[in-house]
Protein backbone atom coordinates (compact mmCIF):
# COMPACT_ATOMS: atom_id res chain seq x y z
CA UNK A 1 0.00 0.00 0.00
CA UNK A 2 1.49 3.41 -0.66
CA UNK A 3 2.56 5.48 1.73
CA UNK A 4 -0.41 8.32 0.51
CA UNK A 5 -2.64 5.71 2.23
CA UNK A 6 -1.25 5.80 5.10
CA UNK A 7 -0.73 7.73 8.68
CA UNK A 8 1.78 7.98 10.89
CA UNK A 9 0.32 7.31 13.96
CA UNK A 10 1.57 8.08 17.47
CA UNK A 11 0.18 8.15 21.00
CA UNK A 12 2.44 9.29 23.97
CA UNK A 13 1.95 10.09 27.56
CA UNK A 14 4.01 11.30 30.22
CA UNK A 15 5.18 8.23 31.54
CA UNK A 16 5.78 6.26 27.85
CA UNK A 17 5.11 5.95 23.95
CA UNK A 18 2.17 3.91 24.29
CA UNK A 19 1.83 3.36 20.21
CA UNK A 20 3.73 4.07 17.16
CA UNK A 21 3.32 3.04 14.20
CA UNK A 22 1.56 3.55 10.26
CA UNK A 23 -2.19 2.82 10.40
CA UNK A 24 -4.87 3.61 7.75
CA UNK A 25 -7.20 5.66 9.83
CA UNK A 26 -8.52 7.28 13.54
CA UNK A 27 -11.46 8.08 15.33
CA UNK A 28 -10.35 10.41 18.19
CA UNK A 29 -13.26 12.00 21.38
CA UNK A 30 -12.42 15.21 20.87
CA UNK A 31 -14.32 18.30 22.84
CA UNK A 32 -16.13 19.38 20.15
CA UNK A 33 -17.51 15.67 18.78
CA UNK A 34 -15.93 12.90 17.90
CA UNK A 35 -13.70 12.82 14.53
CA UNK A 36 -11.80 10.32 12.04
CA UNK A 37 -8.53 11.38 10.56
CA UNK A 38 -8.23 9.58 7.19
CA UNK A 39 -4.78 9.94 5.13
CA UNK A 40 -4.82 13.53 3.28
CA UNK A 41 -6.92 15.29 6.51
CA UNK A 42 -6.52 18.94 6.77
CA UNK A 43 -4.39 19.79 9.43
CA UNK A 44 -6.07 20.97 13.27
CA UNK A 45 -4.77 20.69 16.86
CA UNK A 46 -7.90 19.96 19.30
CA UNK A 47 -8.28 19.23 23.24
CA UNK A 48 -9.26 15.30 23.85
CA UNK A 49 -11.72 14.24 26.30
CA UNK A 50 -11.96 11.14 27.92
CA UNK A 51 -12.66 8.33 25.58
CA UNK A 52 -11.99 5.80 23.23
CA UNK A 53 -9.62 5.99 20.74
CA UNK A 54 -10.30 3.70 17.54
CA UNK A 55 -7.59 2.62 14.69
CA UNK A 56 -7.75 0.57 11.76
CA UNK A 57 -4.64 -0.61 11.45
CA UNK A 58 -2.09 -1.44 7.85
CA UNK A 59 -3.67 -5.19 8.24
CA UNK A 60 -7.04 -4.49 8.91
CA UNK A 61 -7.27 -4.74 12.38
CA UNK A 62 -9.04 -3.05 15.27
CA UNK A 63 -6.49 -1.51 17.99
CA UNK A 64 -8.74 0.61 20.68
CA UNK A 65 -7.00 3.01 22.79
CA UNK A 66 -8.48 4.64 26.07
CA UNK A 67 -7.60 8.08 27.02
CA UNK A 68 -8.28 10.52 29.64
CA UNK A 69 -7.74 13.92 27.70
CA UNK A 70 -4.96 15.30 26.53
CA UNK A 71 -4.08 16.89 22.73
CA UNK A 72 -4.21 15.50 19.21
CA UNK A 73 -2.52 17.34 16.18
CA UNK A 74 -3.46 16.15 12.95
CA UNK A 75 -0.66 16.83 9.97
CA UNK A 76 -1.20 15.72 6.06
CA UNK A 77 -0.29 12.11 7.07
CA UNK A 78 0.67 11.93 10.28
CA UNK A 79 -1.39 12.20 14.16
CA UNK A 80 0.28 13.01 17.02
CA UNK A 81 -1.34 12.79 20.92
CA UNK A 82 -0.27 13.83 23.60
CA UNK A 83 -2.39 12.10 26.07
CA UNK A 84 -3.08 12.83 30.30
CA UNK A 85 -3.29 8.98 30.27
CA UNK A 86 -3.50 6.25 27.56
CA UNK A 87 -4.02 2.48 28.13
CA UNK A 88 -4.66 -0.25 25.08
CA UNK A 89 -7.72 -1.63 25.97
CA UNK A 90 -6.25 -5.26 26.36
CA UNK A 91 -4.68 -4.21 29.03
CA UNK A 92 -7.30 -2.92 30.87
CA UNK A 93 -8.85 -5.11 33.67
CA UNK A 94 -12.47 -4.18 33.36
CA UNK A 95 -13.30 -4.95 36.78
CA UNK A 96 -11.11 -2.71 38.54
CA UNK A 97 -12.05 0.36 36.65
CA UNK A 98 -15.76 -0.54 37.83
CA UNK A 99 -14.48 -0.42 40.97
CA UNK A 100 -12.35 2.47 40.83
CA UNK A 101 -15.69 4.50 39.00
CA UNK A 102 -18.11 3.22 41.81
CA UNK A 103 -15.27 4.64 44.39
CA UNK A 104 -15.64 7.81 42.85
CA UNK A 105 -18.93 8.18 42.30
CA UNK A 106 -19.34 7.07 46.08
CA UNK A 107 -16.99 10.04 47.18
CA UNK A 108 -18.60 12.40 45.17
CA UNK A 109 -22.07 11.44 46.34
CA UNK A 110 -20.40 11.16 50.46
CA UNK A 111 -18.97 14.86 50.34
CA UNK A 112 -21.84 17.31 51.47
CA UNK A 113 -19.65 20.35 50.74
CA UNK A 114 -17.33 20.29 47.44
CA UNK A 115 -15.94 22.62 46.41
CA UNK A 116 -15.19 23.19 42.58
CA UNK A 117 -11.57 21.60 42.50
CA UNK A 118 -12.97 18.37 44.20
CA UNK A 119 -15.47 18.12 42.32
CA UNK A 120 -13.70 18.20 38.99
CA UNK A 121 -11.27 15.95 40.48
CA UNK A 122 -14.02 13.57 41.10
CA UNK A 123 -15.56 13.99 37.60
CA UNK A 124 -12.69 13.66 35.69
CA UNK A 125 -11.99 10.77 37.84
CA UNK A 126 -15.32 9.15 36.69
CA UNK A 127 -14.93 10.14 33.26
CA UNK A 128 -11.62 8.48 32.80
CA UNK A 129 -12.76 5.28 34.80
CA UNK A 130 -15.98 5.38 32.27
CA UNK A 131 -14.02 6.02 28.73
CA UNK A 132 -11.54 2.52 30.30
CA UNK A 133 -14.62 0.54 30.63
CA UNK A 134 -15.83 1.51 27.50
CA UNK A 135 -12.59 0.65 25.81
CA UNK A 136 -12.19 -2.67 27.58
CA UNK A 137 -15.96 -3.73 26.44
CA UNK A 138 -15.30 -2.41 22.68
CA UNK A 139 -12.21 -4.91 22.25
CA UNK A 140 -13.60 -7.53 23.78
CA UNK A 141 -16.72 -7.49 21.10
CA UNK A 142 -14.37 -6.92 18.47
CA UNK A 143 -12.43 -10.30 19.50
CA UNK A 144 -15.40 -12.58 19.65
Same mark, same amino acid.
Given at each position: MSDQKRIKFEIATPERVVLKEEI /?? $?? $??????? &?TVLPKHSPLVSVLKPGVLELKKIDGEIEIISVSGGF $?? %? /? /??? %? &? &? /???TAERAEEIDIERAEEARKRAEESLKDMRSVDASQFAQLAAQIEKELARVRSAKKWRSLRK
Amino acid at each position: MSDQKRIKFEIATPERVVLKEEI /LQ $VT $VPTQEGE &ITVLPKHSPLVSVLKPGVLELKKIDGEIEIISVSGGF $VE %V /L /LNK %V &I &I /LADTAERAEEIDIERAEEARKRAEESLKDMRSVDASQFAQLAAQIEKELARVRSAKKWRSLRK
